[in-house]
């Protein structure tokens, strides 16, 4: 077997159904999982409409660009959501469709990372999407941990990173807005990186997913390839975007998604796919077609979860130091104590809520202390009645306390 397989930690949801194997919460109470990012509004009827109707599409195999209408689609998405010039983006070269973001963010980095060079590093935020630090490793490069704290308001500083490392860097991952914290990253912040990136000749992989879920429909986050152009970088040198369907139109399980920017690097991400890839079903194309198509579910979305939000907050803010997100649907709960996983066993045990603890979310850098220490997230995708009874009972939990 690899051997770097040995250097994977255990998955986050492994650890959390680890720690709370032998505790028997109280049954009188219902179980409310806030731990899993998992949407829970049922996906617009046209979703399960255009399966159907295109059901007979399994028997001829798809191609792994997909097919065109699904790419002038995409096309048509990014250009209208971040006011990019439409001759900016060929549909041939600059747009690939994948399944699900999550496959696409590891599989990237295989092709992506010239590991003949010695030591290549990729840098990632601290707390992350665990996928960074797999496909690092597993591509025989180091992670490097920016760690995003209240501190730097939970942004990476890259003026901290070493000017020896960016000789080094290869990819740098960012998620914006950010898993878990919620943080979107600033214009400013933007362009900080893209001069490093241009100067130093390393990767930007954009993780975008949470970009569709946010609390003023009057400044909806902004972009990478739109901060690109807008930087004058306008064939998108060293940018990669990934977006997935997942988040934005309540069909995790559809496997949708795709990847857009550099079209060097998506010509090297192609043949690699070629190998590795599975193409996406016809028939999840054909859904996926209408979903990029249509915004009024997107919005009805963004309300639920504003809803949410203002009702959890309204209950929790007497007791925690929180505030509202920018974006995503989690909340990044600082808590009155530094052990998060007792926090997590213990609201368990006695009011049957299930919350990650933060510190499954990070690593230790520098010290004995990881950023996620001392903070649960919580994902408001259950329904608006169980996250405001989740929040009453953490709230009682906490007086108690």
């Known amino acids: 077997?690899?051997?770097?397989?040995?250097?994977?930690?255990?998955?986050?949801?492994?650890?959390?159904?680890?720690?709370?194997?032998?505790?028997?919460?109280?049954?009188?109470?219902?179980?409310i999982d806030l731990s899993i990012g998992e949407p829970k509004y049922l996906p617009s009827s046209f979703v399960r409409s255009k399966l159907q109707e295109n059901v007979n599409l399994i028997q001829h195999y798809p191609t792994l660009r997909g097919s065109v209408e699904l790419r002038e689609t995409i096309k048509s998405w990014?250009?209208?959501?971040?006011?990019?010039?439409?001759?900016?983006?060929?549909v041939e070269t600059q747009i690939l469709p994948v399944n699900g973001s999550r496959e696409a963010l590891f599989s990237f980095t295989q092709a992506c990372l010239d590991v003949s060079k010695k030591d290549p590093l990729v840098l990632m935020p601290n707390p992350f999407y665990q996928i960074y630090e797999g496909a690092a490793i597993l591509a025989n490069a180091t992670p490097v941990f920016l760690?995003?704290?209240?501190?730097?308001?939970?942004?990476?500083?890259?003026?901290?990173?070493p000017g020896s490392f960016?000789?080094?860097?290869?990819?740098?991952?960012?998620?914006?807005?950010?898993?878990?914290?919620?943080?979107?990253?600033?214009?400013?912040?933007?362009?900080?990186?893209?001069?490093?990136?241009?100067?130093?000749?390393?990767?930007?992989?954009?993780?975008?997913?949470?970009?569709?879920?946010?609390?003023?429909?009057?400044?909806?986050?902004?972009?990478?390839?739109?901060?690109?152009?807008?930087?004058?970088?306008?064939?998108?040198?060293?940018?990669?975007?990934?977006?997935?369907?997942?988040?934005?139109?309540?069909v995790p399980g559809l496997r949708s998604g795709f990847v857009a920017g550099d079209e060097e690097l998506l010509k090297g991400f192609y043949k690699y796919r070629t190998y590795h890839g599975n193409s996406m079903p016809l028939p999840t194309q054909q859904a996926s077609i209408?979903?990029?198509?249509?915004?009024?579910?997107?919005l009805a979305n963004r309300?639920?979860?504003?809803?949410?939000?203002?009702?959890?907050?309204?209950?929790?803010?007497?007791?925690l130091e929180l505030d509202?997100?920018?974006?995503?649907?989690?909340?990044?709960?600082?808590?009155?104590?530094?052990?998060?996983?007792?926090?997590?066993?213990?609201?368990?045990?006695?009011q049957n809520v299930i919350v990650l603890p933060g510190s499954y979310l990070s690593r230790i850098t520098g010290g004995n202390r990881s950023p996620g220490s001392g903070y649960v997230r919580l994902a408001l995708v259950a329904s608006l009645e169980d996250c405001i009874k989740a929040a009453?009972?953490?709230?009682?939990?906490?007086?108690a306390m």
């Not at 990014?78 to 060929?90: A, G, T």
């Not at 209408?290 to 997107?298: F, P, R, S």
């Not at 997100?325 to 045990?349: C, G, I, N, S, V």
């Open 324 to 350: 509202i997100p920018e974006a995503t649907f989690y909340l990044w709960l600082k808590l009155p104590m530094d052990d998060d996983e007792k926090f997590a066993q213990e609201l368990f045990r006695t």
């Open 147 to 161: 760690a995003t704290t209240e501190e730097n308001d939970f942004l990476p500083d890259f003026s901290l990173v």
């Open 392 to 399: 009453k009972r953490i709230r009682s939990f906490i007086q």
């Open 166 to 250: 960016w000789d080094d860097c290869q990819m740098v991952y960012i998620c914006s807005p950010g898993n878990p914290t919620g943080k979107v990253f600033t214009r400013q912040k933007y362009y900080e990186l893209l001069t490093l990136s241009l100067k130093h000749d390393f990767v930007i992989a954009a993780d975008e997913c949470y970009s569709e879920i946010y609390q003023n429909e009057k400044f909806p986050p902004i972009g990478l390839l739109e901060i690109a152009q807008d930087f004058g970088n306008t064939d998108y040198k060293n940018c990669i975007v990934f977006h997935s369907l997942s988040k934005r139109s309540n």
């Open 1 to 31: 077997m690899n051997p770097k397989l040995d250097a994977l930690k255990l998955y986050p949801f492994e650890r959390l159904s680890s720690l709370l194997d032998r505790i028997h919460p109280p049954t009188q109470l219902n179980q």
């Open 303 to 319: 309300e639920g979860y504003r809803k949410k939000f203002k009702e959890v907050y309204e209950i929790l803010s007497p007791v």
């Open 290 to 298: 209408e979903c990029w198509k249509d915004e009024e579910h997107v």
């Open 78 to 90: 990014l250009v209208k959501r971040y006011k990019l010039n439409p001759d900016s983006l060929n």
